[in-house]
């Protein structure tokens, strides 16, 4: 059975800095592009980042580029993103998500999930 878990959400104040995990299990990292997306009350899902299939080239939407920092540690099947210099706007629940192959940057938000994702809050 597939299983992604995401975990490491908190409350930070603007500048502080999160590491989310997510814990995979039920596939080979190998085939497959993982992705972060959140999703902000009343707003839709944004894809955040992926590290992807099959040559773990990695994305970073705009938003947060230059702050944030996806890896994997296929010893551990798990997936990182290390959030730093985090805003208010950057409060919102976090997903992690799979996808067999390759993934196209506009499709991450529709990436597949399990879980409920990690909350994220960043007060100003």
């Known amino acids: 059975e597939v299983q992604l878990q995401a975990s490491g959400g908190g409350l930070v104040q603007a500048g502080g800095s999160l590491r989310l995990s997510c814990a995979v299990s039920?596939?080979?990292?190998?085939?497959?592009?993982i992705g972060w997306f959140r999703q902000a009350p009343g707003k839709e899902r944004e894809g955040v980042s992926c590290?992807?299939?099959?040559?773990?080239?990695?994305y970073y939407a705009d938003s947060v580029k230059g702050r944030f920092t996806i890896s994997s540690d296929n010893a551990k099947n798990t997936v990182y993103l290390q959030m730093n210099s985090l805003k208010p706007e950057d409060t919102a629940v976090y997903y992690c998500?799979?996808?067999?192959?390759?993934?196209?940057?506009?499709?991450?938000?529709?990436?597949?999930?399990r879980g409920k994702g990690t909350l994220v809050t960043v007060s100003s």
């Open positions: 998500a799979s996808q067999r192959g390759a993934v196209a940057p506009l499709l991450i938000p529709f990436m597949d999930y």
């Open positions: 039920g596939f080979t990292f190998d085939d497959y592009s």
């Open positions: 590290v992807r299939d099959p040559d773990g080239s990695t």
